[in-house]
């Protein structure tokens, strides 16, 4: 992937993006998950990917909104277990690294000064939550759901969900979400105010290209600077937070729970 030389925008086919397809139809722009073999599940290039086309996306004053989607059944089902497994269990240091590009990601994401938007074309879990909420706005096909399960695959939803969900839907439905692991049905998700909308899947797109359009008439500084003021309580419980997370959750990486709770999912053992 060629490093920018300056805040120009670049033509995504020049990117030489793998992990994710990166679209530009001004005025929206589209990031689309692409890993349907793995139910779009983070990779560490996947991570890095994101955070370059936010940061072109951010760059590209003919672009107004950015949308987030995936491909297949799947929106995104969070980090990629099978590469946990071979790269980072045991090895606190890298998984301080990896958790550093998930940082960076949600970072770009929530900083590019422009609305975003959740297209959540199926299952949003774990990860996948996390970067739906890390969005602007959320719409979501009606037979798709949202879950937490870190509590019982050795992890702690410490890279948004603890730091989201009580501002999302309130302390008790935070903590049902977190340490339940039950799934989060679309209607229920839309009525806890989880996302926006739960839509039928024909309807989908329909929604998305309404609020594009809208979101584009409006002031693009004053847009930006409302973000901003929004985002104070986000980043307030993020900041205050993700530092000791990523730290925690590195030397997670040693324990005999963690090892042995990744292993088994691995292996398909049921808890």
């Not at 797109?205 to 979101?215: G, H, I, K, R, T």
Request: glycine share 8%; with cysteine; aromatic share 8%.
């Amino acid at each position: 992937m060629a490093e920018p030389t300056n805040a120009a925008p670049r033509d995504p086919g020049d990117l030489g993006f793998e992990a994710i397809v990166y679209e530009k139809a001004p005025p929206r722009a589209t990031i689309r998950l692409a890993r349907p073999e793995v139910l779009n599940a983070f990779d560490f290039r996947m991570l890095r990917e994101i955070a370059r086309a936010c940061e072109d996306a951010s760059w590209d004053d003919e672009i107004r909104v950015v949308v987030v989607t995936g491909t297949g059944r799947a929106f995104c089902v969070g980090a990629d277990l099978a590469s946990w497994g071979e790269e980072l269990l045991g090895r606190p240091d890298e998984y301080w690294k990896w958790f550093g590009a998930f940082k960076d990601m949600h970072d770009r994401l929530r900083e590019l000064g422009k609305p975003t938007i959740a297209r959540i074309n199926g299952i949003a879990v774990g990860g996948g939550n996390e970067l739906q909420m890390a969005c602007d706005l959320a719409v979501i096909v009606d037979d798709a759901y949202i879950r937490h399960v870190g509590l019982e695959h050795g992890s702690v939803p410490a890279g948004g969900a603890t730091q989201w969900l009580q501002l999302l839907v309130g302390d008790r439905r935070a903590r049902e979400i977190v340490l339940l692991c039950d799934e989060v049905p679309a209607a229920q998700a839309a009525e806890w105010g989880l996302v926006n909308r739960s839509v039928p899947a024909g309807e989908l797109d329909a929604v998305v290209d309404e609020w594009v359009e809208s979101l584009a008439r409006k002031l693009p500084q004053a847009t930006r600077y409302a973000k901003v003021q929004l985002n104070v309580w986000r980043d307030l419980a993020w900041h205050q937070t993700v530092g000791h997370a990523r730290d925690w959750l590195a030397l997670s990486m040693l324990s005999d729970e963690t090892q042995e709770a990744v292993r088994g999912f691995l292996e398909g053992r049921k808890r």
